[in-house]
């Protein structure tokens, strides 16, 4: 019912009426969720750039996809989050997202963006490779899994020029 490629046109910026929607995905996403109450105060403090994608059902209907999360500090950006709903991933939303998220953080003069991600999830890291992040440090035991297992983490950074 849901179209399967995003397209650039259906990404924008998102405000504290997304936490819902945006908790959501996250729950289906993570072992240890942010509740909807967190994303509200999140999406609604002005150093948070919060982008989600969207996709239109044949009907007409509006919902979202996926979001991703930046925190931004004088010249640098923090990516705190991001995700997409698990039945539409290996898609390009996240792809799309982070594309435009780049873009959007550039426009807003910043000059470097870091994250951090579990050094075993493959598919983050193939993405963030994808963009030209760069690995620039190691937090042992970092994450602790679902099944209390520690797990370490990836500090990855991206220059803007
Ligand atoms: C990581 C995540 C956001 C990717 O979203 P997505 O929309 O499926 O990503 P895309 O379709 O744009 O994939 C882009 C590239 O990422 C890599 N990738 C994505 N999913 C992958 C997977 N399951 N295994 C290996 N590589 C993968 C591939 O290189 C892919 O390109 P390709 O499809 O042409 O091979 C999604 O899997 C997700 O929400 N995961 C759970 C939350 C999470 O781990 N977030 C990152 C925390 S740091």
């Known amino acids: 019912m849901f179209g399967r490629p995003?397209?650039?046109?259906?990404?924008r910026r998102?405000?504290?009426?997304?936490?819902?929607?945006?908790a959501k995905i996250h729950a289906q996403s993570f072992a240890h969720p942010w509740a909807p109450a967190e994303f509200e105060s999140l999406l609604a403090g002005r150093d948070?750039?919060?982008?989600?994608?969207?996709?239109?059902?044949?009907?007409?209907g509006r919902r979202l996809t996926g979001f991703v999360l930046s925190r931004r500090g004088a010249d640098t950006a923090e990516m705190l989050t991001v995700a997409?709903?698990?039945?539409?991933?290996?898609n390009g939303v996240a792809t799309a997202l982070i594309a435009r998220h780049l873009a959007t953080l550039a426009?807003?003069?910043?000059?470097s963006l870091f994250l951090?991600?579990?050094?075993?999830?493959?598919a983050a890291r193939a993405l963030y490779r994808r963009f030209g992040f760069e690995e620039v440090g190691e937090r042992k035991a970092y994450?602790?899994?679902?099944?209390?297992?520690?797990?370490?983490?990836?500090?990855l950074?991206?220059?803007?020029?």
């Open 6 to 11: 995003q397209t650039s046109a259906s990404i």
């Open 14 to 22: 998102i405000g504290p009426d997304f936490a819902a929607a945006c």
């Open 48 to 60: 948070v750039i919060g982008e989600a994608a969207f996709a239109t059902s044949l009907f007409g």
């Open 84 to 90: 997409v709903a698990p039945a539409l991933r290996r």
């Open 107 to 111: 426009a807003e003069s910043v000059k």
């Open 116 to 122: 951090e991600v579990e050094t075993d999830n493959r």
């Open 143 to 155: 994450y602790r899994k679902a099944d209390g297992i520690a797990a370490s983490a990836l500090v």
């Open 157 to 161: 950074r991206r220059d803007f020029d």
